[in-house]
């Protein structure tokens, strides 16, 4: 009897470690997935990378092509070696799209303090937003329809913009960008603790793009506010 008792601990313990193995995973793999988008942000930058800058409305939409033609190669792959090498190759490509905004914030005087105050306010952002979506008890499960709700929303106004160029809505864009992909951040790590993510190569999809566009957010929202011409 004391053994068929124990059984439901065990499972729970077993559980548990599956869960803090698949964290510890993701974490390792997003701290090697910002190397490929270092690299990647650093080539762009020497080769002046510009993305179709004539065609905006073009350009984004092959971006968005490109980007889900990767998560739909990692999703299919997510079980083997493969889902890594994409992943790494898909961090490169956003390297080299985020090669375009660096290029403008380092046209401003003050660029690379810029870049240093972005890249550490997010890194604040996550390691914040990471320690309570490890530790609390809740469940935030319930946040995910809203979130997606709020992405298709960001998308629409993205594309209008694009079309208008209304510098108020751009930055009401990147704002309401930051707290959303914080607040997925939130969701994504606590989605692992809780066992609804048990894949951690999709797992450091999701937190790599949250962690992604908090930092162009808050780098296009300090160059509006603080940037300084020379």
């Known amino acids: 009897m004391e053994n068929v008792r124990t059984y439901p601990q065990i499972a729970t313990q077993d559980i548990a470690q599956r869960q803090h193995r698949v964290l510890r995973n ?3 793999l997003l701290a090697l997935s910002m190397a490929p988008t270092v690299a990647g942000a650093l080539i762009g930058i020497q080769l002046k990378f510009s993305f179709l800058a004539g065609s905006p409305f073009i350009a984004f939409m092959l971006f968005l092509g490109v980007a889900f033609a990767f998560m739909w190669g990692i999703e299919r792959t997510k079980n083997s070696g493969m889902g890594v090498a994409l992943l790494l190759g898909f961090t490169f490509f956003m390297g080299l799209m985020l090669s375009r905004i660096l290029q403008v914030a380092l046209g401003f005087s003050n660029g690379g303090s810029l870049i240093a105050m972005a ?7 996550f390691v914040s937003l990471a320690a309570v979506a490890s530790t609390t008890k809740r469940d935030f499960s319930n ?3 809203f979130l997606f709700s709020g992405v298709i929303l960001l998308l629409v106004a993205i594309v209008a913009n694009i079309f208008f160029q209304i510098p108020a809505l751009s930055l009401a864009i990147s704002a309401i960008a930051v707290v959303l992909f914080s607040a997925y951040i939130l969701y994504d790590i606590n989605r692992i603790v809780q066992g609804g993510e048990t894949n951690y190569i999709t797992a ?16 296009q929202l300090l160059m509006a506010f603080t940037g300084e011409r020379d």
């Open 143 to 145: 946040l995910g329809k």
């Open 119 to 125: 890249a550490g306010g997010t890194g604040a952002i």
């Open 26 to 28: 993701t974490y390792a």
């Open 204 to 219: 450091t999809l999701a937190v790599y793009l949250d962690i992604y566009n908090v930092f162009v957010s808050l780098l």
